[in-house]
Structures are given as C-alpha cells and as structure tokens.
C-alpha cells in the first residue's frame, strides 16, 4: 500500500519531473501528465492515452516511453492529476523498475501535493 506524506522543499530534479509532468498534460489537454528520471539522469514525460483500443495511465506511458529507450531503472516519478489519488495499476508498472521510488503527485497547477511510494 502506498504510504503519503508531506512533501519536504523539492531539490531541482525534483522540480523539474513536475514541470515536464505538467507540460505533458497541458500540450494536449490530457487529464494527466507524468514525468519520470532513470537511474541515469534522463527523463521522460507522456500523458494519459486514451484511444479505443489502448489506454494507458501517464505514468504507465511515462514508463514504457523509458523502458523502451532502455533506462536501466527510474529513481523518481511526476504525476500532475486533479485526481485525488494516483492509482494503483500505475503504480504497479512503477514498482518493476523501481520498487521504492518516490512518486510526487501534484495538482495541475504543479503544486506538489504528497508523495507516495511504489511500493
């Protein structure tokens, strides 16, 4: 079960996942938007897919956009939602690469709200 928290003063690649979560959502007028960084450094953004026939979470397409490019693992993740939880689905595609990782939801303003754990 995911476990919430305040979240303490955001270090600059804390901010910068957040940023890149929002912008996703906004380019295209998604209900969310997401962000991750690998164990490497690199990040990468997507937003909720929703096509007849492939839906995805922004987060779930945040990972597979970084799986797919071949990160190694994610250390942090962004999901900028008006949502009042992230959910669990996403979550579980999270935890394959990253078991613990923190994961910063916001409000779409890009006020971070709490954050959770993979796990």
């Given amino acids: 079960m995911p476990v919430s928290g305040e979240p303490d003063a ?5 901010s910068k996942i957040v940023m890149l ?3 996703a959502r906004a ?13 490497d450094g690199r990040t990468y953004a997507a937003a909720t897919v929703a096509l007849p026939s492939l839906r995805l979470s922004a987060l779930q397409a945040a990972v597979a ?3 797919s490019s071949g990160a190694p693992g994610l ?8 949502a009042g939880s992230i959910d ?3 979550l579980a595609c999270l935890r394959d690469l990253a078991p613990a990782a923190p994961v910063l939801r916001a409000d779409p303003g890009g006020a971070v709200l ?3 754990t993979s796990s």
């Fill in 10 to 14: 955001l270090d600059p690649e804390d």
């Fill in 21 to 23: 979560a929002r912008a």
């Fill in 27 to 39: 380019r295209v007028g998604a209900a969310e938007g997401a962000a991750v960084r690998d164990t």
């Fill in 65 to 67: 956009a970084a799986v």
């Fill in 75 to 82: 250390e942090a993740a962004a999901v900028v939602t008006a």
């Fill in 88 to 90: 669990s689905a996403s």
């Fill in 114 to 116: 709490d954050t959770v």
